[in-house]
């Protein structure tokens, strides 16, 4: 079967550097996807990586290996705005999205 | 603001009602979904349809039907739901299907929840 795998939750400190891990198993790779989501809000876009190495944009960088079914977001020079659930989402052979759980990341003062 | 809109934000209905879910965007795309996200679970894909037309139906319960009128309007209308069914009820478009780098773009979704 299909699986995205990612904590459920993670904390960290305003100003500090996070990383979120996501690990995958699916039917074929057509690219991994990032997205944000605010608590009561439509989760919206942040990056797409399909091809091995380091994207970064602005804070916010995703890295992929894809021999290693492997990806992470890294968040630098935390925000309190920051707070908000991350979503791992890679699209199969189908050009469907396989979604993880999401990670509820917590930042503190 | 996406660009995706639904209505409404919230919505309580017992389970013999009828109701319906509204999506709209003017985005100019021409794939439209339906997703069901519940608490620290996958969003779950209900429905596509491209170009109005449906392309996928994931064994979604017939209570579930969605309706497409035009390539700007997603309709999910609701019968006889189960308390189970109470989510958030996400609609997302994008330019195309199958093709890479496609972002979704979200609507913020209806609260849904079933007495």
């Known amino acids: 079967g299909q699986n995205i795998d990612q904590p459920t939750e993670m904390t960290a400190t305003e100003g500090a550097i996070v990383q979120i891990n996501c690990t995958y198993q699916t039917s074929g790779f057509n690219g991994l996807f990032w997205y944000q989501q605010h608590a009561g809000e439509a989760p919206t876009f942040l990056s797409y990586?399909?091809l091995d190495g380091l994207e970064e944009k602005g804070r916010f960088s995703s890295f992929l290996s894809r021999s290693k079914g492997y990806s992470y977001l890294l968040l630098k020079e935390l925000q309190m705005k920051d707070s908000a659930s991350y979503l791992c989402a890679v699209m199969d052979s189908n050009y469907q999205l396989i979604w993880g759980a999401g990670t509820k990341l917590i930042i503190k003062p | 603001e996406t660009g995706v809109t639904q209505t409404p934000r919230h919505l309580v209905m017992g389970m013999t009602n009828k109701k319906s879910l509204k999506c709209e965007q003017h985005l100019g795309h021409n794939a439209m979904y339906w997703y069901k996200q519940s608490a620290k679970k996958p969003l779950e894909l209900m429905f596509v349809?491209?170009?109005?037309?449906?392309?996928e139906n994931n064994s979604v319960p017939s209570r579930f039907s969605p309706e497409c009128p035009n390539s700007s309007h997603l309709f999910l209308h609701l019968h006889t739901l189960q308390p189970e069914d109470s989510a958030l009820y996400l609609c997302?478009?994008?330019?195309?299907?199958?093709?890479?780098?496609?972002?979704?773009?979200f609507g913020q979704g209806t609260r849904l929840t079933v007495v």
């Open positions: 349809y491209s170009l109005e037309e449906r392309v």
């Open positions: 997302a478009s994008s330019l195309t299907l199958d093709a890479m780098n496609t972002e979704a773009f």
């Open positions: 990586n399909v």
